[in-house]
């Protein structure tokens, strides 16, 4: 009986001490800062040593910004062809009425 | 016979004073006189004891720290940068800061690491140092033990960021600090 009172109160003893072990990342995540990446933008590209661990870290946090800003680009060109294409079939579809 | 005497006398004599310096000394303990404020600092001599006596102490403890190989990745510059900023920047200060309220009212001064360039990047002894630092804190000085709620491996990633951190700009340390996610909404 008192074999099992002590497990019953070790084992959620333990659980509670290895829960609070850790100093938890996500503690800071309600007061987190976002990456200002758009500084990026303004800094001098050819002076940028890309071996550089810095501006790999800087490369890693704006990542997707940049793949964003191409996937818009590429949007917006390909938005932009289309446009033509439908503005030019338009044009036919004007030319063929 | 004379030099026995002589000799017992003198032993009683340094007992005295030995003595009445501890009984002094519990006295002025006791006493309330030693001024403990923060804003009256210690006389110079105090400091260069109490300095001496630290590093001292801390290049002794730090001598059998292993240096991990790797401590110039990005990786650990990220998570090393995120944590800097928010546990040690308040007293150690940001590119752009000179002051904050924990520099101007602790005593001693936390040292500002922006503004203590790295002699030599790789010498060992500074990152050893830098790390038990971190990991043991210091006694009555204001710098906590990092290790209860910290591992090893958390540590070395701070040691990592300190190496770079007085080449850093405000806006490279903002995009490497930032744990939040980027503007487009992505991490």
């Not at chain 2, 936390?110 to 038990?132: G, M």
Request: glycine content about 8%.
């Amino acid at each position: 009986m008192k074999k099992k009172f002590s497990v019953l109160v070790a084992v959620p003893a333990l659980i509670l001490a290895f829960s609070a072990q850790a100093h938890d990342e996500k503690e800071h995540m309600k007061t987190a800062e976002s990456p200002d990446c758009a500084a990026m933008s303004g800094m001098d590209h050819s002076k940028m040593d890309m071996n550089d661990p810095v501006v790999m870290a800087m490369m890693t946090q704006c990542m997707s910004t940049v793949e964003h800003g191409e996937e818009e680009s590429d949007a917006a060109s390909h938005a932009h062809s289309h446009s033509d294409h439908m503005t030019g079939a338009g044009k036919a579809g004007e030319s063929s009425q | 016979m004379v030099i026995v005497l002589k000799k017992g006398a003198c032993f009683k004599r340094l007992l005295s004073a030995v003595g009445v310096i501890v009984i002094g000394g519990v006295a002025f303990l006791y006493s309330g006189l030693y001024p403990v404020g923060a804003d009256d600092p210690h006389y110079d001599v105090t400091t260069w004891a109490l300095e001496t006596l630290r590093e001292s102490s801390i290049a002794r403890a730090s001598l059998s720290v292993d240096v991990p190989p790797d401590l110039s990745s990005a990786e650990r510059l990220l998570k090393g940068g995120a944590d800097y900023n928010d546990m040690c920047a308040g007293c150690h200060l940001k590119p752009g800061e000179s002051e904050s309220d924990f520099t101007l009212g602790l005593y001693p001064s936390p040292p500002n690491l922006v503004a203590i360039p790295r002699t030599d990047a790789d010498k060992k002894s500074e990152d050893q140092r830098s790390f038990w630092i971190i990991k043991h804190g210091i006694k009555a000085s204001g710098m906590p033990a990092w290790a209860p709620r910290h591992d090893d491996e958390r540590i070395w990633n701070m040691v990592a960021f300190l190496k770079r951190l007085p080449d850093l700009t405000s806006a490279q340390y903002q995009i490497i600090t930032a744990r939040g996610t980027n503007k487009t909404g992505h991490h």
